[in-house]
């Protein structure tokens, strides 16, 4: 693209930024974008504005008006302090926490946000050193504030930062105060409406108590203190990849009475360059090649690792053959809920009153467990928030024991309201210990729940489709697939299919349509289930110009030794699956 061919609102953004109240590096970048030879830079950092949606903000750094800064950072949080001042003008005091992780501006931007709340008027506890997401959650509520804020982006390049926007609960937000908090943002139309002059007086230092106060509630999840003792020796491979785990995980494994914590000793250092990954993802097999390495080279069962923010965790367990292999997400969930499940009906505090939540696209298999259990399972839409929104509805009338998604995010226990991953180490890490009690490894372990409980196996296929040309083909998709839903899959007919987008559920057999009344708003997801208990969910990414589609096939599975086949056959029918929706490999 030539200079002539600038958009016109592109020139008009960035002229406002080059004479606005900003400071003279952003002018001088500014400038010198404007003046380049190559417009695409500009282009690219003034062509709309970073949008605050529901999850709040996630971008690439720098200047514009389309990027994570100083500026877009402000604008949300003092559009968040508004609405915070009339929707709590009740109070005499209005206080907010601010985390952050280890990406490269993320303790600037902290400040930032903590200068502009103050200004407004707002308590801003703001931790000392990066943390885990899940401890901004757990210090919302210990400290009764009104809101909180992290910076993250996740397990995203190192070029991105986010900022991730928190209720009362320790919740990330939803509606109505989603909706309305995204109204105030769009109202801070000039730069010069932000209070960027901080109040020292109300910006308080959270360290060492607060942590100690959430490593409480994470130990607390242990179930048999005297079976860790007996396992102490347990060899656990730990890498925080750069992140925020760096310190609690092994704190808590610690305090749990493990102690032969392994470390990753390049990985423990904290970098948002990412040095020794290609992507900081616990759910990429190559995000944990260096820490399986290592539990080779010391003889180690079990890896495990968490994504820079600390919410997510993957993990790696030795098969038969001495090999490590990858544990998915809904393997890990699997795990986690059955073993929670068992441990509260062996030790008597099943009073009928309790539930787990799963997402929709996650393992029905998890749901088959907690029905054998007598647990009632929820099902939400995909994000965590959905999870703690069905905790909040439930609270004071029924008890949460835990809930999980397929993308390796985990809460065990309700003394936060985001996933856990250092609480889920903590649980998955006793499993090991339990399983190795009863001599066996925890991979035997999830092979004897696919004898018990029915075998499942999960794939995820994603189609790219980039611009305004790839959105109306992945909504020309879902057109199609809502019209001319498929009648068989993988040799088996289709009895029921699901549409979250009018909230109808229709039986193919009998033709009866029903409404879904489980749901608290409309979602853009098609389910499609068969005769034969397979599940397929399609849905348009929220964040990524992507289609999501989710397959999970059932099987029988007698013996350990037909795992490998059961799981062949399985992947070949998804294949099929996967043929009869034309979804190509």
């Known amino acids: 693209m030539t200079k002539n061919n600038i958009p016109s609102q592109v020139i008009e953004k960035a002229n406002q930024w080059l004479n606005g109240k900003y400071d003279e590096e952003t002018k001088a970048t500014v400038k010198t974008m404007l003046e380049a030879n190559d417009p695409s830079q500009l282009i690219d950092a003034f062509y709309k504005d970073l949008e605050f949606g529901t999850g709040g903000l996630r971008g690439v750094m720098g200047v514009g008006s389309n990027r994570m800064n100083r500026y877009t950072v402000g604008t949300a949080t003092q559009g968040l302090a508004n609405y915070l001042k009339k929707e709590f003008s009740n109070l005499s ?4 926490v601010i985390g952050y992780d280890c990406r490269n501006n993320s303790r600037y931007f902290a400040d930032t946000a903590a200068n502009i709340f103050s200004a407004n008027g707002i308590r801003a506890f703001i ?3 990066l ?3 899940p401890e901004i959650s757990y210090a919302i509520r210990d400290l009764k504030c009104q809101s909180g804020i992290i910076l993250t982006a996740s397990h995203n390049p190192k070029e991105y930062n986010g900022y991730k926007a928190y209720w009362e609960d320790g919740a990330q937000i939803l509606g109505p105060h989603d909706k309305n908090i995204i109204n105030e943002v769009q109202n801070i139309t000039n730069v010069e409406d932000i209070k960027f002059e901080g109040n020292p007086d109300l910006i308080e230092t959270l360290g060492a108590a607060m942590d100690e106060k959430f490593l409480q509630e994470v130990t607390a999840l242990s179930f ?3 079976l860790v003792k007996r396992q102490k020796d347990l060899k656990i491979v730990f890498s925080p990849i750069h992140g925020t785990a760096v310190k609690l995980v092994p704190a808590a494994l610690q305090k749990m009475g493990f102690q032969n914590v392994i470390h990753v000793p390049e990985q423990d250092v904290v970098s948002g360059d990412f040095p020794t990954v290609v992507s900081p993802n616990p759910e990429e097999p190559a995000a944990l090649e260096m820490a399986i390495n290592k539990a080779i080279e010391t003889g180690a069962e079990i890896v495990i690792a968490t994504d820079p923010d600390g919410d997510r965790l993957g993990i790696a367990v030795r098969n038969e053959n001495n090999d490590f292999v990858l544990v998915n997400g809904n393997q890990t969930a699997i795990l986690l809920t059955w073993y929670m499940l068992n441990q509260w009906k062996e030790k008597g505090l099943l009073t009928g009153q309790e539930f787990t939540v799963k997402t929709i696209v996650t393992s029905e298999l998890i749901k088959t467990i907690a029905d054998k259990a007598g647990v009632e399972c929820f099902d939400t839409y995909t994000g965590f928030k959905w999870i703690a929104g069905v905790i909040r509805e439930n609270e ?5 024991i835990c809930g999980g998604e397929e993308s390796y995010g ?17 649980v998955i890490s006793e499993i090991a210990a339990w399983a190795k009690d009863q001599n066996k490894s925890l991979y035997q372990l999830l092979k004897d729940i696919y004898i018990e409980y029915g075998f499942s196996q999960e794939k995820m296929k994603y189609i790219v489709r980039k611009g305004k040309s790839g959105a109306e083909e992945i909504e020309a998709l879902m057109k199609k697939f809502r019209e001319t839903p498929p009648t068989q899959l993988g040799g088996s007919n289709v009895s029921l299919v699901k549409d979250y987008q009018f909230l109808k559920a229709k039986n193919l057999i009998s033709g009866e349509t029903t409404d879904i009344t489980d749901k608290p708003t409309t979602s853009n997801v098609l389910q499609f289930f068969t005769e034969d208990g397979s599940k397929v969910s399609v849905r348009p990414s929220g964040t990524e110009p992507k289609i999501k589609f989710y397959f999970e096939v059932r099987d029988k599975m007698n013996t350990r030794e037909e795992f490998n086949s059961v799981s062949e056959k399985a992947l070949e029918k998804i294949d099929r699956i996967m043929a009869d929706m034309e979804v190509g490999e």
């Open 224 to 226: 048999n203190p005297d």
């Open 93 to 96: 005091e209005i206080k907010v």
């Open 396 to 400: 004071g009338k029924k008890k949460y």
């Open 410 to 426: 985990f809460l065990p226990g309700d003394y936060v309201r985001d996933k856990d991953a250092v609480g889920a180490i903590v």
């Open 127 to 129: 931790f000392e050193s």
């Open 131 to 133: 943390r885990p997401t």
